[in-house]
């Protein structure tokens, strides 16, 4: 079972507008979560990240905003440019009790096109 | 830029024939990790290390092995490569793995099997 969903492989957004990226999760355990930027031919890249006690982390541009409740986060790119244009992952991470629970699990990824 | 390097960064091998990736870092990180992508399946974990000599399997370590003899070298290897390990290989390090720690990763490695 996927413990970290993103649900639409792909997003096309016009210059200029917000561009919305959504994750859910399954286990209540994770305490951070993380996104990461890829382009093609590149590793990945950390964007941003958030605690599980917060609801809201900003950075510029780049906004994340998690309901624990709703065991859903997303995040915001205001305003989108076209280099954002990159496939972007959600990540979580548990509570390190040791063993394999501080890894990061991935989701699939969110392919942005931000047109011009 | 963490100071990550994969080699080689393409490779075209077939099938039963052994391999061996390799992550090199200069950070003095102490975890290292090898992952997997794929189209519909994201980054996937395949081994990890917690120190020289230490590691453990992740999430689809079938087929594959790991050394870390040094800080610095993480090397995973394909003992007979087989046509599924066809994928882009990623090497990421981090200085901890708790909280808001992130992972670096490396450049790539594109393999494929004939």
């Known amino acids: 079972d996927q413990q970290v969903k993103q649900n639409s492989p792909s997003l096309s957004v016009q210059e200029g507008r917000i561009s919305i990226l959504n994750c859910d999760y399954t286990?209540?355990?994770?305490?951070?979560f993380l996104w990461y930027k890829k382009y093609p031919a590149e590793g990945p890249t950390f964007l941003i990240s958030?605690?599980?006690?917060?609801d809201k982390n900003e950075d510029g541009r780049f906004t994340v905003f998690l309901n624990k409740s709703a065991k859903h986060l997303s995040l915001h790119i205001v305003p989108s440019q076209p280099g954002d244009s990159a496939v972007y992952f959600c990540a979580a991470r548990g509570l390190n009790y040791g063993g394999s629970q501080g890894n990061l699990i991935f989701g699939k990824g969110t392919k942005l096109s931000v047109k011009p | 830029d963490a100071g990550i390097t994969q080699s080689p960064r393409h490779k075209v091998t077939e099938t039963g024939t052994p391999v061996t990736l390799r992550c090199h870092q200069t950070?003095?990180?102490?975890?290292m990790y090898w992952y997997r992508q794929d189209p519909g399946h994201g980054l996937r974990l395949i081994h990890y290390s917690y120190g020289v000599k230490d590691t453990d399997k992740g999430e689809v370590s079938d087929g594959y092995s790991v050394s870390r003899s040094k800080t610095e070298d993480f090397l995973l290897t394909l003992e007979s490569a087989t046509s599924s390990q066809t994928s882009v290989y990623f090497c990421?390090?981090?200085?901890?793995?708790?909280?808001?720690?992130?992972?670096?990763f490396g450049p790539g490695t594109r393999l494929t099997v004939t």
């Open positions: 286990n209540s355990m994770f305490d951070y």
């Open positions: 950070e003095n990180h102490r975890y």
């Open positions: 990421a390090i981090s200085e901890k793995r708790e909280g808001p720690y992130e992972q670096y």
């Open positions: 958030i605690s599980s006690i917060k």
